[in-house]
């Protein structure tokens, strides 16, 4: 049975790039939540996907986006990236309409130079 | 906005000895989970607790929320090595309506060291 998987693991970016992650959830689920976890810090939601619409949101900027697949697959993209982007980002999946258990994928470290 | 305070924020002990983590909130909250984290890798989830003074047990860890479901506790008896790690507690809320599920706030978690 497949965990949550992400990719890529590791990237680093310069200051104003774009950057795509990506994320399959475990096996059954249909929800996908995104989160940002600073150095020290514990995770922050940034937004929620469930039946391929962003269902929830953080009190994260626009430059944050994402996307879900009929696959229920999902995507998070970072437009103009700041310095303060630098963080570990989880994808964590869970089963709609449950009391909310996320199952966590090991993240992609991003590093913004 | 609902916040979640851990403390401590640090803990280093023996391996052996016995060591209780504290979450707390002035937000009422659905129900509490407790999340492992080791370096390297996602959070993974030990436990669940969702009606008010709930406990639970797992091995030798011990899970309590509050009767007003505003806070818990998490205690280690007799802590190993293998313990090692970050301790996060996470408050599910009701969600907005249209949502699958409920938006986990997160603490800023405790760092357990077990030395040997």
Redesign the interface.
């Known amino acids: 049975d497949a965990g949550?998987t992400q990719s890529p693991t590791h990237l680093i970016k310069t200051r104003g790039q774009q950057v795509t992650l990506r994320c399959s959830p475990k096996s059954g689920h249909?929800?996908v939540?995104w989160?940002q976890q600073a150095l020290?810090?514990?995770?922050?939601?940034i937004f929620?996907y469930?039946?391929e619409e962003e269902?929830?949101r953080?009190n994260f900027p626009d430059r944050f986006s994402g996307h879900q697949f009929p696959n229920y697959s999902s995507e998070l993209n970072v437009n103009a990236l700041l310095l303060g982007d630098s963080a570990l980002y989880?994808c964590?999946s869970?089963l709609?309409?449950?009391?909310?258990?996320?199952?966590?994928?090991?993240?992609s470290r991003l590093t913004v130079l | 906005t609902q916040l979640l305070e851990q403390s401590p924020q640090f803990l280093s002990i023996q391996e052996g000895e016995n060591l209780t983590v504290y979450c707390n909130s002035s937000s009422v909250f659905s129900s509490l989970q407790w999340y492992r984290q080791e370096p390297g890798e996602g959070p993974v989830l030990l436990v669940t607790v969702v009606t008010g003074g709930e406990v639970k047990k797992l091995k030798r860890l011990t899970f309590q929320f509050g009767d007003a479901r505003k806070d818990s506790s998490l205690h280690i008896t007799a802590a190993q090595p293998g313990d090692t790690g970050l301790y996060l507690c996470a408050g599910a809320a009701g969600h907005g309506g249209g949502g699958s599920n409920y938006k986990l706030t997160f603490g800023k978690g405790t760092l357990l060291t077990v030395n040997p």
């Open positions: 949550v249909d929800t939540s989160y020290g810090q514990g995770p922050q939601f929620q469930y039946e269902r929830q953080g989880l964590a869970s709609a309409y449950s009391t909310g258990e996320l199952f966590f994928g090991e993240g």
